[in-house]
Structures are given as C-alpha cells and as structure tokens.
C-alpha cells in the first residue's frame, strides 16, 4: 500500500457537481511553477493560466502580444506544480481566430506540450465551429463572455461590457450557445451583476465570474490583482487580500542596505 495520500483531482465533472450542490468554484491566475505550488496547496479548484500573463508577466499593455509558444511555456510550468486543480489554458490571440482547424491545432498543442487539462476562448456564436471542432478532439473547452480583453481595440475601453438590452441579449444567447456547443463552464468579465446572476440561473453549466457580482457560480480573480502586487490596479471589482509589493518591496530594500553596509552575510551566512 502506497503511503501517500491520493489526491482527488478537480475535474470538470468536479465543477459541474459543484454548481448542482450550491457548492461556489474558486479560479486564480498562475502563470509560474513556484506560485502555481503555492495556489494549489492552497485548495484552489481551478487555475488559469491566462493570456493576461502578457500584462503582468510580460509588462505589454494588452494581452494581444503574447504567442502561442509563450502560453505554453507559462502552461507548462504551472502543470508541473499542480497536484489537484483542473488547468485551463487561454487560447491567445491570433491563434484560434482564423479558422477552426488553426483553432484545433493551438487547442492540441496546448494540452499536449504543455500538459494542460482545458482551454478557454474568448467569443460566441462566432466562434462556435472552432468551439465544436475543438471539443470533439476530446478538449474540454470554458467559454468567456462579457468583457473579452483580446477583442479591446473593438470596445475601446476597459469599461462594463452589456449594459444595454441589444448587447445583454447577445451575450445571453452566446452563453446559451457555449452550453448547447458542450462548454464546460463559462468566465463571465465585467458585466452588470444582475445580468450574470440571469446567465448562472438561465445555464445548467458553471459561471465563473470577474466583476460579475456574487451570483456567478465561482470568481475568478488574477493573482497580481488580489496579492496586490500591481501597485496602481484597484478596480471596483477588486478585493486585495495581501499588499504584497510593499511586502516584497521593503524586505528587497533591506536586503539592498545590507549588502550596502557590508551586514549580509555575517560569519554564520558563509562557509
Ligand atoms: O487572462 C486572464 O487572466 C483571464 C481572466 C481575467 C478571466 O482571462
């Protein structure tokens, strides 16, 4: 008999018996191995590995730039650590947009370079036959609906996505769409609450909500946000649970005056 304890892996059955049981689903950002240990000893159910590692891995302003070879990278290095949350992995721009078949491919490389457990793309019914041929490759796939940041240039601004009837329609029947399609959740970003909690109730599959309000069926959240590690970002939608950049920031400084002042290291730091 093994002496380690099995772990139950979250799967996406996992999450689906969660939103039957009432049960929310907790979703964080990693992007490295040495925070994706961290997130996942710390019981998360599920961790993306989002294209937004282009702004807070990479410094670009927008998530358009990052490849296909560097989500894999990122991917890859998160999957080493994980022990028990489900991985989903963005579909970065440009590389599902053309056509299905391309959207198929980076699917594939995705789960098996980097060992992935899921994919997620951003769009509706436009993207539904790269959806549909992604899925029948056997690719869990999660939607992402509301504010999708790959598509900025079209919106213009970071602003709440579907406050008008014309636009809450459309994301109602794309969210319908993603579920028929056999998604198995769906990120909801910053969309008024009243019309996430109308999208949770109306699906059998789980919403997963940024700046959706408290009736998604989980939050996700992206960990340089919620550790507060991005000094200046504090959108509305943002709880920061830690202020890690003055953390971080003073113990660097000290080490700097250390250094400095010929203090580190002493007679027991050395051999
Ligand atoms: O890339 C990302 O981090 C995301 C979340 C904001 C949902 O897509």
Not at 128 to 145: C, F, K, N
């Amino acid at each position: 008999m093994s002496v380690h304890k099995e772990v139950k892996r979250i799967t996406t059955h996992t999450l689906q018996e969660m939103k039957n049981s009432g049960e929310k689903i907790a979703m964080l950002t990693a992007y490295d191995y040495s925070m994706a240990t961290i997130v996942d000893d710390a019981g998360m159910d599920i961790i993306l590995v989002g294209d937004s590692a282009s702004n807070v891995m990479a410094g670009h302003e927008t998530t358009l730039p990052i490849t296909l070879d560097q989500m894999i990278y990122h991917a890859s290095s998160v999957v080493r650590a994980v022990k028990r949350a489900l991985v989903v992995v963005d579909l970065p721009f440009g590389s599902y947009q053309g056509n299905s078949k391309e959207a198929l491919s980076s699917a594939i490389r995705i789960m098996k370079e980097a060992g992935a457990h899921a994919v997620k793309i951003e769009g509706g019914v436009e993207i539904a036959e790269s959806v549909s041929r992604i899925l029948t490759a056997g690719i869990p796939v999660m939607g992402h609906l509301g504010l999708t940041p790959q598509s900025i240039y079209k919106f213009g601004t970071y602003t709440v996505r579907a406050k008008h009837e014309a636009e809450a329609k459309k994301l109602k029947e794309d969210a319908l769409k993603l579920q028929e399609l056999g998604c198995f959740g769906i990120v909801l970003e910053k969309i008024p609450a009243k019309l996430a909690h109308e999208v949770s109730e109306s699906l059998s599959i789980p919403t997963i909500g940024i700046g959706a309000g408290q009736h998604c069926d989980g939050q996700v959240l992206v960990i340089h946000d919620m550790l507060g590690i991005n000094k200046g970002f504090k959108p509305r939608f943002l709880r920061q649970y830690a202020s890690l950049y003055d953390v971080m920031n003073g113990a660097i400084k000290n080490y700097v005056s250390d250094v400095k002042a010929k203090e580190f290291p002493n007679e027991k730091e050395q051999y």
